[in-house]
């Protein structure tokens, strides 16, 4: 089997999992088993966080480990301690790859992005309870994203490249708009559920948008003092305006979303030309024009007096 049939395999299989994991919790959460569907939910996350375990450790470790044990130990007598040491000796050395921080930071750092989805789509799924056809929509597009993430990251450890390739970063960059408006949409519906304060919600989205562009940078190996100040920055800036959000838009958390993520769009598109050297007026004009369209878009669809009855009164309190 060769690597491509295989890659097929495995997402195939993951798509099917992701798909069918998701479709059960759907049916499990309009029965109202509010239990039962946070158990189920915890253990399909980590069906998906060994898949990418597995995926980590195929493609990190070193081959070869038992060979170079028994060359080790081959001075000693042929006894059962001699046997004993060599198979201790290779397992230590099999998963010198895990015990390493350099290795555990970068599986910690493609975990991310597969963990915002999943848990932004529970949460979505959870708030649309009995809402089947949003439910389905957003079981067909997380399916999706975790494919097409799972894919690329496949390639990106066979490739062995320190630096992601520039096809794999687009498409990355591409399933991250989709996670950065999921996570933004999770967040403002889950908080407004339970009429929490606004602080909340910019604290989030402070810290969803700079752990994303961490990631980025992680990937870019830019993520010195100078790039650090600036992701710190633009998450300082989305949580100003998740805080305005949060307060004056309407009961339709899903246009919020987009509206937010096409902000951030805006300043991590610059920011990333920047730091690749690439930043021109033109650039900024493409991407600028975009966010004015997308904004323009939503705002122009966006009923600013809807609210839900009953809802929290401090959101026209401001």
């Given at each position: 089997?060769?690597l491509?049939?295989?890659?097929?395999?495995?997402?195939?299989?993951?798509?099917?999992?992701?798909?069918?994991?998701?479709?059960?919790?759907?049916s499990?959460?309009?029965?109202?088993?509010t239990?039962?569907?946070?158990?189920?939910?915890?253990?399909?996350?980590?069906?998906?966080?060994?898949m990418?375990?597995l995926?980590?450790?195929l493609h990190?470790?070193?081959?070869?480990?038992?060979?170079?044990?028994?060359?080790?130990?081959?001075?000693?007598?042929?006894?059962?301690?001699?046997?004993t040491?060599?198979?201790?000796?290779?397992?230590?050395?099999?998963?010198e790859?895990l015990r390493?921080w350099?290795?555990?930071?970068q599986?910690?750092?493609f975990?991310?992005l597969?963990?915002f989805?999943?848990?932004s789509?529970?949460?979505?799924l959870?708030?649309?309870?009995g809402n089947?056809?949003?439910?389905?929509?957003?079981v067909?597009?997380?399916?999706i994203?975790?494919?097409?993430?799972?894919?690329?990251?496949?390639?990106?450890?066979r490739?062995?490249?320190?630096?992601?390739?520039?096809?794999?970063?687009?498409?990355?960059s591409?399933?991250?708009?989709?996670?950065?408006?999921?996570?933004?949409?999770?967040?403002?519906?889950?908080?407004?559920y339970?009429?929490?304060?606004?602080?909340y919600?910019?604290?989030?989205?402070?810290g969803?948008?700079?752990?994303l562009?961490?990631?980025?940078?992680?990937?870019?190996?830019?993520?010195?003092?100078?790039?650090m100040?600036?992701?710190?920055?633009?998450s300082?800036?989305m949580?100003?305006?998740?805080?305005?959000?949060?307060?004056?838009?309407?009961?339709?958390y899903f246009?919020?979303a987009?509206?937010m993520?096409?902000?951030?769009?805006?300043?991590w598109?610059?920011?990333?030309?920047?730091?690749?050297?690439?930043?021109?007026?033109?650039?900024?004009w493409e991407?600028l024009?975009?966010?004015?369209?997308v904004?323009?878009?939503?705002?122009?669809v966006?009923?600013?007096?809807?609210r839900?009855?009953?809802?929290c009164?401090?959101?026209?309190?401001?």
């Amino acid at each position: 089997m060769n690597l491509r049939t295989q890659k097929i395999i495995t997402c195939v299989l993951i798509t099917a999992s992701v798909f069918g994991g998701f479709e059960a919790l759907i049916s499990i959460l309009n029965l109202n088993q509010t239990g039962t569907y946070l158990s189920v939910a915890f253990w399909i996350f980590a069906y998906l966080m060994l898949m990418i375990v597995l995926l980590f450790d195929l493609h990190i470790k070193k081959p070869g480990s038992l060979t170079r044990a028994r060359a080790r130990h081959a001075d000693l007598p042929a006894t059962l301690t001699r046997q004993t040491r060599v198979v201790f000796s290779a397992l230590w050395e099999r998963f010198e790859h895990l015990r390493s921080w350099t290795y555990i930071r970068q599986w910690i750092h493609f975990l991310l992005l597969p963990g915002f989805i999943f848990w932004s789509t529970f949460s979505l799924l959870y708030v649309n309870l009995g809402n089947y056809n949003i439910q389905q929509l957003l079981v067909v597009l997380s399916t999706i994203a975790l494919a097409l993430d799972y894919w690329f990251l496949k390639e990106a450890f066979r490739r062995g490249r320190e630096v992601a390739d520039a096809d794999i970063f687009a498409t990355l960059s591409m399933i991250k708009i989709y996670a950065i408006a999921l996570v933004y949409a999770a967040a403002l519906s889950i908080l407004r559920y339970y009429c929490l304060n606004p602080l909340y919600f910019s604290l989030e989205v402070f810290g969803y948008t700079f752990l994303l562009i961490f990631q980025a940078l992680y990937l870019h190996r830019r993520a010195g003092g100078k790039n650090m100040a600036v992701a710190l920055l633009i998450s300082l800036i989305m949580g100003i305006v998740g805080y305005g959000v949060y307060i004056w838009w309407g009961y339709n958390y899903f246009t919020a979303a987009v509206f937010m993520a096409a902000i951030y769009n805006l300043l991590w598109g610059t920011f990333h030309y920047q730091i690749d050297k690439t930043l021109s007026w033109r650039a900024f004009w493409e991407i600028l024009v975009v966010c004015v369209i997308v904004v323009a878009m939503v705002l122009s669809v966006t009923n600013f007096t809807a609210r839900i009855s009953g809802g929290c009164e401090y959101y026209l309190s401001f």
